[in-house]
């Protein structure tokens, strides 16, 4: 039986990624990430929510369960191997919004605007990028 030690090392490892496979997990949580803050337009406006705002509407559960998803891209981007300070400022974005969304209603229609979870994933389109162009 592994020790709790070997546990956590293994699940915060930040394994060395072929092109392919980092490719392959980007859009994994770009898709994940679009269906929780953006998958349906409101009919006749430019607004979209997802997912996690409906789900979020389920007192306490809910925003739980969603809280836990947007972890899981945070952790994604960990092991992608994003900077201390840019998995701090998607920590901080999934904060704010489990703590708002922990407000009935109001946090509800926070949680649709705000889009925590997309805008984590434009800090780490921000890094890839600036990881091309080092590299060029």
Not at 15 to 41: C, F, G, H, Q
Not at 51 to 74: E, F, Q, R
Request: charged share 25%; net charge positive; hydrophobic share 50%.
């Amino acid at each position: 039986m592994p020790r709790l030690n070997e546990t956590a090392d293994a699940l915060l490892a930040r394994p060395a990624l072929s092109a392919r496979e980092r490719t392959r997990r980007l859009n994994r949580i770009k898709k994940l990430a679009w269906l929780l803050d953006a998958a349906v337009r409101l009919p006749g406006t430019r607004f979209r929510f997802g997912l996690g705002a409906v789900v979020g509407l389920t007192p306490a559960a809910g925003d739980a369960a969603m809280t836990a998803i947007s972890l899981y891209i945070v952790y994604e981007a960990y092991r992608l191997g994003l900077p201390t300070k840019t998995i701090v400022r998607m920590l901080g974005n999934v904060g704010i919004e489990a703590l708002a969304g922990s407000v009935p209603v109001v946090g509800d229609v926070f949680d649709a605007g705000f889009k925590a979870n997309l805008r984590n994933i434009m800090l780490i389109d921000a890094h890839e990028a600036a990881t091309r162009q080092e590299k060029n």
